[in-house]
């Protein structure tokens, strides 16, 4: 009698980013709950400088990630998932976790692991600027101010509400900058309070770059904010938390594949929280870049049905 032979277990290599707001919580029940499918190997962090070169390092030996942390420690990762085509299991240890609300992956820990057992890899394109890859969002102005006032300790002391305490201050401070937008065939100049662009939906704790966006469309999201008070944003605030702010007469919004933003002299350029580059920033997609475990479409909404192959990455 010929016995069976067990199913291939995947292997995974499992990193926690311990810097993130949540990095030091006990993780002990979600590794013993994917433990019960994959076989883990605990590497253990080597900053973000290095993530991607030690996925690329250990490739070999893996069949996906699973990454604890949050956009910033995934935005690290990019690189190497995209050079070693593994997919990505993300388990939300951040402050924000935006990317992980663009994809409907749950902020529960024990249902983040299920998604990874049981869900399947599906691509999900990267933004990119000036050769700097974005899980959701670059900014210039205004959002990169916050990224560089917004220390480390404030997150994780205030969470989310940091982002209101330190912007309720720089907001008073703000003044308008003089912008050049190429896209499409076409240079726009603009006063701009900021600028963003997209490649997924949600971004900066509550914000949301537009209402249909998906992390898996093929296109960017582009807004430039040009109120001439700052009470006037307070009055945008609601739409912008609900991405419909492209609809107000003073923000010019559009989809694109690729543009350029020019200032008079270099301004600083944020892109998931970090401060990774200046202008000129040129903008672009790509399309399927990576692949990341998410729950079944019937569950949500923030991509399209397109599902790989368990095995394909």
Do not use: C
């Amino acid at each position: 009698m010929t016995v069976p032979r067990p199913p291939h277990r995947r292997r995974a290599l499992f990193l926690v980013n311990p810097g993130a707001r949540h990095g030091t919580a006990s993780l002990g029940g979600v590794r013993e709950r994917l433990a019960r499918d994959l076989d883990l190997t605990d590497v253990r962090w080597p900053g973000a400088a290095a993530i991607s070169d030690t996925i690329r390092a250990r490739a070999g030996d893996a069949d996906l990630v699973i990454l604890g942390g949050g956009d910033g420690t995934l935005n690290a990762a990019t690189s190497g998932l995209f050079d070693t085509q593994l997919p990505l299991g993300v388990l939300p240890l951040g402050t924000a976790n935006d990317f992980a609300r663009t994809l409907a992956i749950p902020s529960d820990l024990a249902a983040a692991a299920d998604v990874i057992l049981a869900g399947a890899p599906r691509p999900m394109d990267l933004g990119e600027v000036n050769g700097h890859a974005f899980l959701n969002v670059a900014s210039i102005g205004f959002s990169a101010d916050l990224a560089r006032a917004l220390t480390h300790e404030a997150k994780r002391r205030f969470g989310v509400l940091g982002y209101g305490i330190v912007a309720a201050r720089l907001l008073m401070q703000s003044r308008l900058f003089t912008a050049f937008i190429e896209h499409d065939g076409t240079v726009e100049q603009v006063r701009t309070l900021q600028v963003s662009v997209g490649n997924g939906r949600h971004y900066g704790g509550g914000m949301t770059v537009e209402a249909t966006a998906t992390a898996d469309d093929g296109r960017l999201d582009f807004y430039s904010l040009e109120v001439d008070h700052w009470w006037r944003l307070l009055a945008l605030l609601p739409a912008l938390r609900r991405g419909t702010q492209g609809a107000w007469d003073d923000v010019r919004a559009f989809r694109t594949t690729e543009v350029v933003v020019r200032t008079s002299r270099p301004r600083p350029v944020n892109t998931d929280g970090e401060l990774v580059t200046f202008t000129p920033a040129h903008f672009r997609i790509r399309p399927g870049a990576i692949h990341v475990y998410t729950p079944a479409p019937a569950g949500a909404s923030a991509f399209s049905p397109n599902l790989l192959p368990e095995g394909s990455a």
